[in-house]
């Protein structure tokens, strides 16, 4: 392990580290600059071969299966840079996820859990927050069938980060305020700022401590709950977002509602 002299978040390798550091531009001397931009490159170069591969052996399945479709829609820049719809998995064996201490939507009895890792700058994560979600919630969540457990992963860079932690900031304070928070930002078109920050909490939650709230975000103080969900994501192999599992599998497409409520249904039914 590799930790970050900026902040002292622990990585795998040296390259993910200095990817790692576009989270801390204003505090990188040149050499380093020029080690972020080459790392970040080759992360993407990374990701873009696995997508590659994982085509083509989705289209040798589909020869062998007879037309039995194993979907798996991979894109690049979703909102920016390095971000790539988390469609890794699907289909394979359940992964334990600790999802202790994490904010839940929905009731905690729910036989179905459903855990997205997101990115706010992250385009499909935005599809995904503002009409699948949506969805979700109507169907299975407000019936106590699913709960929902959302990880922060940022990975598009310091407002991502920023964003993380403001919203961490939010659930330190209210449970519900944060996923109303969440959904608020997702929407939000204005500044990633605090100011823009403290504009959609105080249209987007009620009863919170707006100043204690305001000087949690502006301090950064909840940025070691945002390291311990990027962990997470990390070590179930997250690179990309959205990332969606249910019951401990990943889904292939996670815009795709009808095949995630299929997978959900086969769950409850199961």
């Known amino acids: 392990m590799t930790e970050c002299e900026f902040c002292g978040e622990e990585f795998d390798t040296d390259t993910e580290l200095q990817a790692h550091w576009r989270e801390h531009e204003d505090e990188l001397n040149s050499h380093q600059e020029e080690k972020a931009k080459k790392a970040e490159r080759e992360l993407q170069q990374q990701k873009e071969d696995k997508m590659a591969k994982r085509k083509r052996y989705g289209g040798y399945g589909l020869a062998a299966l007879g037309g039995l479709a194993v979907v798996g829609l991979l894109f690049s820049q979703a909102g920016g840079p390095g971000a790539v719809l988390g469609a890794l998995g699907g ?8 999802t202790t201490g ?3 939507l929905g ?3 729910a036989e179905v859990t459903v855990v997205a890792f997101e990115d706010y700058k992250c385009g499909y994560c935005k599809q995904f927050s503002n009409g699948v979600k949506p969805q979700l919630t109507q169907d299975y969540i407000d019936s106590g069938d699913v709960k929902f457990v959302m990880y ?8 991502s980060t920023d964003a993380a932690i403001s919203s961490e900031c939010v659930a330190k304070q209210s449970e519900e305020g944060f996923y109303n928070y969440s959904s608020a930002l997702f929407k ?15 249209s987007s939650t009620d009863g919170l401590d707006y100043g204690q709230l305001e000087t949690c975000i502006a301090n950064g103080n909840s940025r070691g709950e945002v390291t311990t969900d990027r962990r997470e994501g990390r070590s179930l192999g997250v690179s990309g977002t959205p990332a969606v599992y249910i019951n401990g599998q990943q889904v292939s497409n996670p815009l795709d509602y009808p095949s995630l409520k299929a997978r959900i249904e086969s769950e409850i039914s199961g």
Not at 152 to 157: E, K, R, V
Not at 191 to 197: I, K, L, R
């Open 91 to 98: 289909g394979s064996a359940d992964t334990q996820i600790n």
């Open 102 to 104: 994490q904010p839940v």
């Open 107 to 109: 009731s905690s009895d």
């Open 152 to 159: 922060n992963f940022p990975i598009l860079g310091q407002q």
């Open 188 to 202: 939000h078109t204005g500044s990633f700022n605090t100011e823009g920050f403290m504009e959609v909490a105080r």
